[in-house]
């Protein structure tokens, strides 16, 4: 049983580096156009000009974003869908590709907590 799983979980894991994870990459230059379009006024840098603690940044979101720890990209899809308190609900502005590439975007960048370094190839 426990081989049975063992390969299950490696297949899982190869599936989503070899289709999802470039899926993702590809996405991530359309997301920062978007990003810098619609978010960084209030996001600036993975700040936020309005209320300082709920910034962007992988410790906020893990605080402040329901699921974050679980399920990272669907809770910001969620937050950017929807807004909440002061942030607006972009599900009319941005269509579901948009919204997906600007959350793509927002995850990789909390997960460098927002630097510039490029990653290497």
């Not at 960084?40 to 000009?49: L, Q």
């Not at 990209?73 to 972009?90: C, D, E, L, S």
């Amino acid at each position: 049983m426990r081989i049975i799983l063992l390969l299950l979980f490696l297949a899982i894991a190869t599936f989503k580096l070899i289709f999802i994870s470039p899926a993702l990459a590809a996405e991530l230059p359309a997301g920062e156009k978007i990003f810098n379009n619609n978010c960084a006024s209030c996001h600036i840098g993975g700040g936020n000009i309005l209320i300082t603690e709920k910034t962007l940044k992988k410790e906020a979101l893990l605080k402040y974003l329901e699921d974050y720890d679980t399920n990272s990209i669907q809770a910001i899809i969620h937050q950017v869908q929807y807004g909440k308190n002061a942030m607006p609900a972009f599900k009319d502005k941005l269509s579901t590709e948009e919204i997906l590439e600007v959350a793509a975007y927002i995850f990789q960048k909390a997960e460098q907590d927002w630097s510039n370094l490029e990653k290497e190839g």
